[in-house]
């Protein structure tokens, strides 16, 4: 049986789950925010791990082979205010619940796709940048700093502009609205007080101009590429392109076979099965940006045709069947 922990509002699961059922592959789709309402058991010294989902005990020691990591929900997360204890009961749960997920580690012989330990730790953006350049990845010049005058020497270095993003997570989670930091061009810091340098360590890094955009969803050896462009396709996109929300496409492509081998030799590196990955190229050849071990691909799946929800479900599959 396949194992899939996710939360209810995941696309990305959906088109798996879909070709799971086409299939008829035994599979659990545990929503963990829905755990919050389940009977779960562990029990030793004869090791049983069970979860209950509409009134059915699924034991994991001798039911699943592989597990897909894919983005468990937290207690209370999708509760109206009014159904919700206190913060500090909230965050207890959670990590009871976490701790529970983590027990799952306690079984030997299953398959991750991928492996939450493992994806914590890709998740680091120098390291990331380090194994990249291990593997021969072309990185743009780099300065993660707190000092306001290291980051005006770094600019100055750069011919006058650079791009800031954040080192890690870069999500805000507020109460009303969560909010997304993404990589802003940066032209000057005159105004900006020390006193922000100072907050947390930020990433500086040369503005790459002239460039194109692409995405590569990594699947165990598969890569699907993709290149991020414009309705008129004339010109690249000078920012994020995850600001820009109208007259973006995602155009399948065919990169270089020495790029691709460097980027799933990178997710191999990280002990991953699925990475996501943004390049860039420049006249000056391809750099890497960054990799998220768990990024989103569904809209890549519906607007370029790609077959990654295939890709996964084959993987899982086998995995699942060498138990």
């Not at 997920?101 to 939450?116: A, C, T, V």
């Amino acid at each position: 049986m396949i194992l899939i922990l996710s939360n209810k509002y995941d696309i990305s699961v959906d088109y798996v789950v879909r070709l799971l059922k086409k299939g008829k592959r035994e599979f659990l789709r545990v929503n963990t925010e829905n755990l919050l309402g389940s009977d779960v058991l562990v029990t030793f010294p004869s090791m049983s791990f069970k979860i209950e989902k509409k009134g059915v005990d699924y034991n994991m020691v001798n039911q699943c082979g592989s597990v897909w990591f894919r983005r468990p929900g937290k207690p209370f997360e999708f509760s109206p205010e009014t159904q919700r204890p206190n913060e500090s009961v909230i965050a207890f749960a959670e990590n009871q619940w976490h701790a529970f997920i983590e027990g799952l580690k306690s079984i030997r012989h299953l398959f991750w796709l991928n492996d939450p330990d493992r994806n914590h730790a890709a998740e680091n953006k120098i390291v990331q940048l380090r194994l990249a350049q291990e593997v021969g990845l072309r990185i743009p010049r780099t300065c993660i700093t707190t000092s306001k005058e290291r980051v005006m020497r770094f600019m100055n270095e750069c011919d006058g502009k650079i791009v800031a993003k954040a080192l890690y997570l870069p999500l805000i989670e507020e109460k009303e609205k969560d909010y997304f930091i993404f990589t802003n061009v940066i032209d000057t810091v005159e105004d900006i007080p020390r006193s922000e340098f100072r907050l947390a360590p930020t990433i500086f890094q040369e503005l790459l101009s002239e460039k194109k955009d692409y995405r590569l969803t990594i699947v165990g050896n598969e890569c699907f590429s993709v290149e991020v462009v414009t309705e008129s396709r004339k010109k690249g996109i000078a920012t994020d392109w995850r600001i820009v929300k109208e007259g973006v496409r995602f155009q399948p492509c065919e990169l270089p076979s020495d790029v691709v081998s460097k980027c799933v030799d990178l997710v191999k590196r990280f002990g991953l099965v699925f990475g996501a990955i943004d390049l860039v190229q420049t006249p000056n050849g391809f750099y890497f940006l960054e990799i998220n071990p768990n990024g989103e691909w569904a809209w890549l799946q519906k607007e370029a045709g790609l077959p990654i929800a295939e890709t996964i479900v084959d993987i899982l599959v086998q995995e699942d069947l060498k138990k």
